[in-house]
């Protein structure tokens, strides 16, 4: 019975310690700027989704063989010309939205630190 009990505190705090390594900002507590909090909140986590998607994308676009020209057989070859184009689009469009993301997450956390300040101004005066 001990051992269940003591597995089971062990699971809540492992589920609590994710939970909180995943949830953008969970320490900052307000009361005045709950939507501003909100807000910095939802932008992290869709610019950690963001930044997953665009390396994903453009590690696809690198390792893909969407330019690459292919063998029909019998010495034939395929090829297109500007067969290259949608790589460098795909992983140039990675790129760009990565760069992007980071944007997002620095104004997401500029964000939380106005209500960070705002709630410890209050708290002191």
């Known amino acids: 019975m001990n051992n269940e009990h003591s597995l089971r505190k062990i699971i809540k705090v492992i589920k609590l310690r994710i939970y909180m390594k995943l949830y ?14 909100i807000a ?15 390396i994903c994308i453009g ?3 690198v390792f893909s063989n969407l330019g690459a020209p292919k063998d029909l057989g019998n010495g034939i070859v395929m090829s297109a010309p500007n067969a ?18 980071v944007f997002i997450l620095a104004f997401s956390g500029l964000c939380a630190a ?12």
Not at 29 to 37: A, H, R, S, V, Y
Not at 84 to 101: D, H, K, R, T
Not at 114 to 125: F, L
């Open 24 to 37: 953008p900002y969970p320490t900052i507590k307000t009361e005045n700027l709950k939507g501003l909090l």
């Open 40 to 54: 910095s909140r939802v932008l992290g986590f869709l610019s950690y989704i963001l930044f997953f998607i665009a």
């Open 59 to 61: 590690l696809f676009g």
């Open 84 to 101: 290259g184009l949608p790589v460098m689009i795909m992983s140039i469009w990675g790129a760009v939205s990565a760069v992007s993301a």
């Open 114 to 125: 106005v209500v960070s300040c705002e709630y410890k101004y209050t708290k002191s005066v």
